[in-house]
């Protein structure tokens, strides 16, 4: 799976079904771009947006030292916010912004930690902590450009959340939504794309046909950018070719567009209700079932991750644990039977 074209966006007008792009890029103004995606044109447009120097949105009407102004550079920030995950940046953008609202004409420069701990111990556990990475970085991103002489979120640290996580699909869950979604349905053809590719929403809503070659599933994952190359599932090979469908990416909504990650998590919600499934199974806990599956038939931690995609092997390394303990057990009556009967006898 390819990537986009860098800050270009692309919208459909549903009612004349004309297709809009624009180059976006954060903090500075939209560029309409003509004509078809790709077409030399269209080329011509873009690499001129690339070219033409950066007029910063807000930087007239923002005071020189506030919070504000120093969000304005942070988004613009190749190091910093640029680097992020697409869908990293939303959640952050929306967060900061939240914070904007309520001190944007404050100096950054006197944040002081006093007030983020405060702050903090208002919030609910998990969103306390994705506060803190977000107001984190952008003082990191304050300190490298001097707009801060320190970084108040230096030494604040939270207490870890005891939690059981999200929701790991079991057998018996799988055996239900089947029953419930025969092949051919989409809803079938979305679970199926979860658990035989162990990949995100985000990445389950982008596949289409044009990116499986030679029975090999190619995905750009959107949260890290890592490369993969899976070797479709028999299963899922018969599943995607029992359910009609032309369009780009398997998955669309009634109106046969792409789903968004928040459309397809609602929907997924829905066909789950329609199997009488509970509440905590969701579409990430089936690339959790996947990574369950592949860790009991024996594959190592690597092997996992080289489906999964994980960047780090310290989750992965609970499903092979786990896995190992059951089988070890499992081996362990075994001689205890056997031992018991010789002895019997």
């Known amino acids: ?49 690339l ?10 009407r923002t005071r020189a030292g506030t919070l504000s102004a120093a969000l304005v550079g942070y988004y613009a920030s190749t190091n910093h916010f640029q680097s992020l995950a697409p869908a990293t940046q939303s959640m952050r953008r929306a967060i900061l912004e ?8 404050k ?3 006197s944040l002081p930690q006093k007030f983020i701990v405060l702050t903090l111990n208002k919030k609910p556990p998990f969103a306390a902590r994705s506060w803190l990475k977000a107001i984190r970085h952008l003082m990191q991103y304050a300190v490298s450009v001097g707009l801060c002489a320190v ?17 790991t699909w079991s057998e018996q869950d ?42 090999i599933m190619q995905v750009r994952q959107a949260k890290t950018g890592v490369e993969l190359d899976i070797p479709v599932h028999s299963d899922l090979r018969k599943i995607i070719d029992a359910t009609p469908g032309d369009h780009l990416t398997f998955l669309t909504t009634k109106s046969e567009h792409p789903y968004s990650g928040n459309d397809f998590s609602e929907q997924f919600r829905a066909w789950c209700d329609a199997a009488e499934l509970p509440k905590e199974c969701s579409a990430h806990g089936l690339r959790k079932a996947a990574c369950r599956r592949l860790a009991e038939a024996g594959c190592s931690a690597n092997e996992i991750a080289a489906i ?4 780090t092997l310290s989750e992965v390394q609970r499903y092979t644990k786990a896995a190992d303990q059951a089988r070890m057990a499992r081996n362990a009556m075994a001689r205890q039977a056997k031992a018991e009967k010789e002895a019997a006898n």
Do not use: C, N, W
């Open 107 to 109: 100096p950054i420069a």
């Open 151 to 167: 970084d108040p979120t230096q030494g604040i640290k939270l207490a870890k959340v005891k939690s059981s996580g999200i929701h």
């Open 308 to 311: 999964s995609g994980h960047t």
């Open 174 to 215: 799988i055996a239900v939504y089947e029953a419930a979604h025969k092949i051919g349905t989409k809803a079938r053809l979305a679970l199926a794309l979860l658990l035989f590719t162990a990949q995100r929403r985000s990445d389950v809503i982008r596949m289409g046909r044009q990116h499986i070659r030679d029975g």
């Open 98 to 105: 939240g914070f904007r609202a309520e001190h944007g004409d």
């Open 51 to 60: 070219d033409q120097p950066e007029t910063e949105i807000g930087a007239k």
């Open 1 to 49: 799976m390819r990537p986009p074209l860098r800050y270009v966006q692309s919208f459909v007008d549903r009612k004349t079904g004309a297709v809009f792009h624009y180059f976006r890029r954060p903090g500075f103004k939209r560029v309409r771009l003509p004509g078809l995606l790709g077409s030399r044109e269209f080329m011509a447009a873009y690499q001129d947006a």
